[in-house]
């Protein structure tokens, strides 16, 4: 079957870094993406992997490795606005996006 | 309008009722998507369209129906509610089905089936 693993839940603290871990296995694989969702409302696209590596865009970065079925999403000086649902999506051999169930990131002062 | 619209935001629905959630986008996006989040769960596709004038199944299409007459517009019918569809409703669309397949979503419709 087709699955994506994330933790439930995290805390950081504001300016830190914090690391938000995905694992996943699909039938096929043409990509992975990440979006952040805050409480209430849709979904944002934050970033696209399809090869292995670290793609940097500002704060945020996303990592893939396509052999382990492994991406993170790394977010550096944590702001609290940052405070969110991080969704992790696999993109399968039919195109269709298999979600996590979400990582929600609680920042502290 | 930009981006994608949702109707209503919020509907409490009797059991039995027939009820159609709106999604309109003004992208010209080839390929649209409906969604349910509940939570606990990662987002479930109910069904999607890969252009306009076909649809097809997704992951839980039960209990749902949907066309695409149009481009824009990607209505979602609940034939009979139930219960267990009481969940926020997430409308999506992209440039076009294939890979680097960033979508874009509306603002949701809570929906409660009492």
């Known amino acids: 079957g087709q699955n994506i693993d994330q933790p439930t839940e995290m805390t950081a603290t504001e300016g830190a870094i914090v690391q938000i871990n995905c694992t996943y296995q699909t039938s096929g694989f043409n990509g992975l993406f990440w979006y952040q969702q805050h409480a209430g409302e849709a979904p944002t696209f934050l970033s696209y992997n399809v090869l292995d590596g670290l793609e940097e865009k500002g704060r945020f970065s996303s990592f893939l490795s396509r052999s382990k079925g492994y991406s993170y999403l790394l977010l550096k000086e944590l702001q609290m606005k940052d405070s969110a649902s991080y969704l992790c999506?696999?993109?399968?051999?039919?195109?269709?996006?298999?979600w996590g169930a979400g990582t929600k990131l609680i920042i502290k002062p | 309008i930009a981006g994608i619209t949702q109707a209503p935001t919020s509907q409490i629905l009797a059991a039995g009722r027939r009820m159609t959630l709106r999604c309109t986008q003004d992208m010209r996006h080839n390929a649209m998507y409906w969604y349910r989040q509940d939570l606990g769960l990662g987002l479930r596709l109910i069904h999607y369209?890969?252009?306009?004038?076909?649809?097809g199944k997704g992951e839980v299409p039960d209990g749902y129906s949907v066309s695409r007459a149009n481009t824009d517009d990607f209505p979602l019918t609940l034939a009979s509610a139930v219960p267990s569809q009481t969940s926020v409703y997430f409308c999506a669309s992209s440039e076009d089905s294939g890979s680097r397949n960033e979508q874009f979503f509306g603002p949701g419709t809570r929906l409660t089936v009492l």
């Open positions: 999506a696999a993109l399968d051999s039919n195109y269709q996006l298999i």
């Open positions: 369209s890969n252009t306009a004038g076909t649809t």
